[in-house]
């Protein structure tokens, strides 16, 4: 089992960088070209809501993204240290659960939550 | 910055045309350029030359759509692949707009 660790300042612009890092692991891990379509929607949409979180709680903490490969597939961990507020997130749970079935949603020991994203391989 | 945004006039209809990364940092621009063209009778967002979108981008699209209802217009979008229309079908946004395959047919209406 094979992981990397992102910490990403909470800014939109920084959601295009674990999109890409997020293909290149899903790539890496196996996943077939369509479901990397897939990854690359689904963990910027878990990444933007962490992010959007983050700013509107004043949060300074990075955001978190573990990304795993293994031998049943490749995984996703989107880890927000603020809670959600005022935001709007319907569309954005409607995208990610369309494309991840069981996508699996926690709180996070410290405050926040996690967002486990997988695909098989 | 990673989209483009032009707007160009076709009759009475007036395109946005916007190509690129349409996410959560780069929304607000097709959201300045939609803004714009309020009040446009036909309004057709192309984005063919879009190669990703996300739900901020389409809630941009939906407050368009709610704007153009209210002043009595029309919105027409254009998509050329399947992951940017899947945006639109996994929210149920596609039942809500007219979409088409290309800017031509989208005129045409």
């Known amino acids: 089992m094979?992981?990397?660790?992102l910490r990403i300042p909470a800014q939109t612009e920084q959601v295009r960088v674990a999109r890409m890092v997020a293909c290149t692991a899903a790539r890496r891990a196996g996943v077939n070209e369509d479901d990397v379509e897939d990854v690359r929607l689904a963990v910027g949409e878990a990444v933007g809501r962490a992010v959007l979180r983050h700013q509107a709680a004043g949060c300074?903490?990075?955001?978190?993204?573990?990304?795993?490969e293994d031998a049943g597939g490749f995984e996703a961990v989107i880890i927000a240290r603020a809670e959600q507020g005022d935001q709007d997130e319907d569309f954005a749970y409607a995208v990610i659960t369309g494309l991840v079935s069981g996508a699996q949603l926690a709180a996070e020991p410290g405050g926040g939550q996690r967002l486990v994203l997988r695909w098989a391989v | 910055m990673h989209l483009e945004v032009g707007t160009e006039a076709f009759g009475s209809a007036t395109v946005i045309d916007v190509?690129?990364?349409?996410?959560?940092?780069?929304?607000?621009?097709?959201?300045?350029?939609?803004?714009?063209?309020?009040?446009?009778?036909?309004?057709?967002v192309d984005l063919a030359r879009v190669d990703f979108m996300d739900s901020t981008g389409l809630s941009v699209i939906v407050s368009a759509i709610a704007a153009a209802r209210q002043d009595g217009g029309t919105i027409r979008v254009v998509t050329a692949s399947d992951k940017i229309t899947k945006v639109f079908t996994l929210t149920g946004v596609d039942q809500q707009v007219d979409m088409y395959g290309s800017r031509e047919e989208a005129l045409a209406g």
């Open chain 1, 60 to 68: 300074e903490d990075p955001v978190t993204v573990e990304l795993t």
């Open chain 2, 19 to 44: 190509a690129g990364e349409l996410d959560l940092h780069t929304a607000g621009d097709l959201d300045a350029a939609l803004q714009q063209a309020r009040g446009a009778q036909t309004l057709v």
């Open chain 1, 2 to 5: 094979t992981t990397a660790t």
